[in-house]
């Protein structure tokens, strides 16, 4: 895994956009099509930002899947994953090949048999992702399952990660948030070729820590990425503030004034 840090939330943006459009160009290029996964969450404001904005990218080549979705929460929701893609990438593009969106307003059981067939079909060019403040990778709390081969799971949502949704203000109420979701596997993240984290801010820091540092372990899930061939970690300067001397030492650092 390479990592590269920022000086701000922006340009770390800036640069993971502009990366994952370079890879979406290069399979449609390869291929004729581009399957990409795309995240949500605060993580990842600025660089969809980026990548909505990217020049000469043929969108109706790219098939589009996302890492998760609560259960029994409306799509008119804040919190909606469906919603937030919906605002903040597909109504600003061109029309997609295909946009699977996680319905968590079905039967889940069915829902991730749909998507996980989908799925199959679809080998993933590049996913972006992000790391959530318990470590999580999509919904898979710690300590996350690294063996199930199901495409989509069913997921208890640990407190840590209610407390985070709250904290970003997609909830009033840790009450509010709901106990189940929907969440692409650990697996299925890393069939993924190429896989584009972006993970800014100081509340993020001892996940970033966690990740570079630990063993690799359940117990902390984004640790696993460290495995994967074509991964790349981008944060930013309050990300990395508790990171030890040695792990800084074999960062590159990218600053933009």
Known sequence: MNTCIYNTPLALGEAAGEATAQLIRDAIASNGFANIILATGTSQ??????????KDIQWDKVVMF???????????????????LQERFLSKISQLKNAWLINGETDALQECKRLGDLIQKHPIDVAL??????????FNDPPADFQTEEPYIIVELDDACKK?????????SIDEVPQRAISMSIKQILKSK????????????IAVKDTLEKEISNLYPSTILRSHNNCTLYIDENAAT???AATK???KWIRNN
Not at 45 to 54: D, G, M, P, R, S
Not at 68 to 74: G, H, N, R
Not at 164 to 172: P, T
Not at 194 to 205: D, E, F, L, M, Y
Request: aromatic share 10%.
């Open 129 to 138: 992702i992000g790391i959530g403040e318990n470590g999580h990778l999509a």
């Open 194 to 205: 190429h896989i584009i984290c972006s993970v800014p801010g100081a509340r993020k820091a």
């Open 242 to 244: 508790i990171l030890n």
């Open 249 to 251: 030492e074999k960062i």
């Open 45 to 54: 404001f600025e660089t969809l930002k980026e990548l909505v904005v990217a």
């Open 66 to 84: 996302h890492l998760d979705e609560y259960i029994a929460l409306p799509i008119t929701h804040p919190a909606s994953f469906r919603k937030y």
């Open 164 to 172: 985070q949704q709250m904290g970003e203000g997609w909830f009033a």
